[in-house]
């Protein structure tokens, strides 16, 4: 979170325990990259000189918990970002190589290709 607060040039006070509990009570399928992305998200939606808070988690993290999270619709819609977050970080672990990803999520590589196409990713 340092990292992101610093990069980024905001004043952020830390991370409220709750905010601390859901995040360790996470399974974390994405590992270290998706916490990153977590935390870099999490200082981005964030005020200047206030903590972080469960409400400015994803979804995907607190809808696990069932905390109540900033991201709210349809559940189409809500699914559609959380398997986008899945690809993208597949993509990044495996450095852009889309027949390493489609293998990975039980996809073929056109099947693939035509998903994130429908999820707008390129």
């Known amino acids: 979170m340092n990292y992101f607060a610093e990069t980024s040039e905001k004043a952020i006070q830390g991370i409220s325990t709750e905010a601390m509990d859901v995040l360790g009570e996470y399974n974390w399928p994405g590992n270290v990259r998706e916490l990153m992305h977590v935390m870099e998200r999490a200082v981005a939606l964030s005020e200047e000189g206030r903590e972080i808070t469960p409400d400015l988690l994803p979804e995907p993290i607190g809808d696990s ?3 109540e999270t900033q991201t709210k619709g349809h559940l189409k819609a809500r699914v559609a970002e959380f ?4 690809i993208q970080d597949v993509i990044e672990k495996h450095a852009g ?10 996809l073929t590589r056109d099947g693939l290709i035509k998903k994130m196409a429908r999820l707008k990713m390129r």
């Open 65 to 67: 918990l069932g905390v």
């Open 83 to 86: 398997e986008k977050h899945i």
């Open 97 to 106: 190589n889309i027949t390493q990803v489609a293998e990975e999520l039980g």
